[in-house]
T-cell receptor
Framework: AQKVTQTQTSISVVEKTTVTMDCVYE???????LFWYKQTASGEIVFLIRQDSYKKENATVGHYSLNFQKPKSSIGLIITATQIEDSAVYFCAMREGPGYQNFYFGKGTSLTVIP | EAAVTQSPRNKVAVTGGKVTLSCNQTNNHNNMYWYRQDTGHGLRLIHY???????EKGDIPDGYKASRPSQENFSLILELATPSQTSVYFC???????????FGAGTRLSVL
């Protein structure tokens, strides 16, 4: 069974607008970690932002923020004031913890920011 | 800055041949991972390691072996390569202080 599901295959938005990418996860652990990674056109994969399951406040880094809805097992990525260089594939990931070392990834959402 | 280096960056292999993909990290991370990326599948875990001398099977280990001879190096071995193993392979190391992964640039493998 898929532990991390991203249902949006691709999204297009106009530059300077806000976009939300969806992700739902499945776990029985009470403690877990959720991540978003970005893969650029060159193939490079970089870490963007993390949400710890025990934290109620949504994580924010720069113009990236998360919408963590624990009862719905959902972790959305919100990008505000989108820029052309935000065009990339975004992966949602989960690590169950504290003893587990595996990261489970979703299939990714391709974002295109249009001038 | 965390550094994970993969070699080769591109490889063409013949069916039935042996392929070794190498990964080196200079971050002194205990955990290292091998993922493959295919269209429609995202990133899937092949093998991982907790430290030198250890290897563990991930979600799709069939047809692959792994070797972790040192803290810095983690190899993925295809003893008998098949066309279905044509993919892009990513190595990553884990920093538990920051609780995240650092990825290499990827290796594009074509098995003909």
């Amino acid at each position: 069974a898929q532990k991390v599901t991203q249902t949006q295959t691709s999204i297009s938005v106009v530059e300077k607008t806000t976009v939300t990418m969806d992700c739902v996860y499945e776990t029985r652990d009470s403690s877990y970690f959720l991540f978003w990674y970005k893969q650029t056109a060159s193939g490079e994969i970089v870490f963007l932002i993390r949400q710890d399951s025990y934290k109620k406040e949504n994580a924010t880094v720069g113009h990236y923020s998360l919408n963590f809805q624990k009862p719905k097992s959902s972790i959305g990525l919100i990008i505000t004031a989108t820029q052309i260089e935000d065009s990339a594939v975004y992966f949602c990931a989960m690590r169950e913890g504290p003893g587990y070392q595996n990261f489970y990834f979703g299939k990714g959402t391709s974002l295109t920011v249009i001038p | 800055e965390a550094a994970v280096t993969q070699s080769p960056r591109n490889k063409v292999a013949v069916t039935g041949g042996k392929v070794t993909l190498s990964c080196n990290q200079t971050n002194n991370h205990n955990n290292m991972y091998w993922y493959r990326q295919d269209t429609g599948h995202g990133l899937r875990l092949i093998h991982y390691s907790y430290g030198a001398g250890s290897t563990e099977k991930g979600d799709i280990p069939d047809g692959y072996k792994a070797s972790r001879p040192s803290q810095e190096n983690f190899s993925l071995i295809l003893e008998l390569a098949t066309p279905s193993q044509t993919s892009v392979y990513f190595c990553a190391s884990g920093d538990w202080g920051k609780n995240t992964l650092y990825f290499g640039a990827g290796t594009r493998l074509s098995v003909l």
